[in-house]
């Protein structure tokens, strides 16, 4: 009976592991194919491997259920390496990687955040592919999920943050 128990015990918690929604990440160019069909808004995190704040944004923020959950449904997510080796197409322009000296980076990087490689930044484009905002800094998933619905709901073409932020209803703290 107690090995039956500590087996039963041990699926269930792997099962609510592996069940937990994970956010759907898609290669640049993959996401920028779909939103041809389907239109919605990109979601970039700018990332480098080495940089602590986007480690902790992904353990954190990106691997909240709720989040991860909201983000697939309303928004295309790309993970973007701010140091990232291989091209990407982007607006009939190919973006490559760089070196000078001891500095590397991405050209598209350093183009959406206009030559200031700030690591985590979040970036939202538009479902025209139009740079909407950036945004530098770790963000909570408190934070994270007030900012993504603002930018789902389109709210920012009718009332200013503060507006927004005074009415919004957390799913993470109701």
């Given at each position: ?15 609510q ?18 939103n ?16 602590g704040?986007?480690?902790?944004m ?10 991860a ?14 140091e ?17 000296g ?18 985590p ?20 998933k ?33």
């Open positions: 009976m107690k090995k039956t128990l500590v087996t039963f015990t041990l699926f269930w918690v792997t099962f592991i592996n069940s937990q929604e994970k956010v759907n990440w898609l290669s640049f160019e993959k996401a920028i194919e779909l041809k069909k389907n239109p919605k808004p990109i979601l970039i995190d700018i990332y480098t491997d080495w940089c704040y986007c480690k902790k992904d353990k954190e923020t990106y691997a909240n259920t709720i989040i959950k909201y983000i697939n449904e309303y928004f295309y997510a790309i993970k973007l390496d701010g990232g080796k291989e091209d990407i197409n982007f607006k009939g322009k190919t973006f490559t990687h760089k070196q000078e001891r500095t590397q980076y991405h050209e598209l990087a350093l183009a959406f955040l206009e030559g200031k490689l700030s690591y930044t979040t970036l939202f484009l538009t479902k025209k592919e139009d740079l909407l905002q950036k945004i530098p800094g770790y963000l909570s408190e934070r994270f999920e007030k900012i993504l619905a603002f930018f789902k709901t389109e709210a920012y073409n009718d009332k200013t943050w503060e507006e927004f932020e005074k009415n919004f209803k957390s799913a993470l703290n109701p």
